[in-house]
């Protein structure tokens, strides 16, 4: 890949971290779900299960690295609905 190229994809995944109260930086998967091109949730869920087990296999705590969380999104109704989403974080 060219520097320019690299640089811009990682100023797009930078500019969609959050930070918690306690200042730990996270990132939600709905949100890079879309940043690396899976169009369908399903799809992405697949690969962020691979993803654990590569942590697992690597003696490292899921749990530091992912946690279940859900959010509410506003529908086309005016309503809001609770979706499941993923939190990732950098290991403390």
């Known amino acids: 890949m060219k520097s320019d190229l690299v640089h811009s994809l990682t100023e797009n995944f930078e500019a969609h971290a959050q930070q ?7 990132w939600l998967a709905r949100d890079l779900q879309f940043l690396l ?3 369908k ?3 992405f869920v697949k690969v962020i299960s691979k993803a654990k087990t590569a942590c697992e296999i690597s003696d490292h705590q899921v749990s530091d690295h992912f946690a279940d969380v859900g959010k509410m999104v506003d529908l086309g109704s005016g309503s809001k609905r609770k979706i499941t989403d993923i939190q ?3 290991a403390q």
């Open 20 to 26: 918690a109260d306690n200042g730990v930086e996270f």
């Open 37 to 39: 091109g899976y169009t």
């Open 41 to 43: 949730w399903d799809n």
């Open 88 to 90: 990732h974080r950098e």
